[in-house]
């Protein structure tokens, strides 16, 4: 296998995929924006920067593996930032009563939806609520949880755990050593494996540098030559219906509430009626 950009591992099934994310942050800024129109405010949520985003969670999971794509671009994927991000775009000032209608509190320290933020404040004749209108927004979309909206922590740790274990098992160690030797062969002795190839600080330019592209296609070659990312790809999906199999009632639950978010933004999109 060349690249695993266009398979998907058994714990895809459970975590978000990029449009559910859009969804829910869509359907979370709609919320607060009413929310705080029924106080007589009128606010618009910043919207949010857009990260780089792979084609799919699997695309780069084991590194970089097209030679021509590496040797123009080394190590960093075309169109992610060499140099840091910019920064998100502000939040529009708001007055003190505003602050607090969107918050719950008027500690501006105190997080959304925490025992701080408890609401109950007066604005505009109405009664802010808990958390305010960004702490009604998540509680709407069921996202007051642990996860605050994100992904299942099980099913986090399932997807970053089986890479790991992966990582160091027999198979996948045998093919890295190949990979190694391959390395050391074009002359990039340094790498016990590809993730010391792509991490490291020489790469930390605004540009790829020659010497980077040319690491990375060796990269890419010998992970080809070797059949690293097939091996790697299929131990790794091992491990995870390992881990699947053994949190089966949990990751159940997990993807019924995947289910149910989505129509609860839908509702506030308003594509769908509010579930009952």
Known sequence: MESAASRSLPIDSYLLTNEQADRLDD?????????????????????PSVPFRPTSRTQYRYGVTDPDEAAR??????GSPRTQAPPPEPPPSLSAEAGTVLTGTDD???KPGSAAAKGGQKAGGRTVPAG???????????????EAGGDAPVADRINAGSF??????????????????????????????????SG???????????KER???????????????????????AAYQRQEIERNAKELAAV????????ERASAALGALPPRP
């Open 73 to 78: 671009y080394g190590f960093a994927p075309p």
């Open 200 to 210: 490291d600080p020489a790469w930390r330019t605004p540009r790829p540098s020659a």
């Open 164 to 197: 790991e274990k992966a990582k160091r098992d027999p198979r996948v160690a045998r093919v890295l050593a190949r990979w190694a030797e391959c390395m050391k062969g074009h002359g990039f002795g340094s790498y016990g494996d590809p993730l010391q190839a």
């Open 108 to 110: 501006p320290k105190a």
């Open 255 to 262: 993807k019924a509430d995947l289910g149910a978010r989505q």
């Open 132 to 146: 305010g209108c960004l702490g009604e927004a998540r509680a709407a979309l069921g996202a007051d949880g642990a």
């Open 27 to 47: 359907a979370r800024r709609t919320l607060v924006e009413r929310c705080m129109s029924r106080f007589g405010i009128a606010y618009r949520p910043p919207a």
């Open 214 to 236: 040319e690491a990375a296609t060796a990269d890419a070659r010998c992970k080809k030559e070797h059949n690293v990312v097939g091996v790697w790809f299929t131990v790794d």
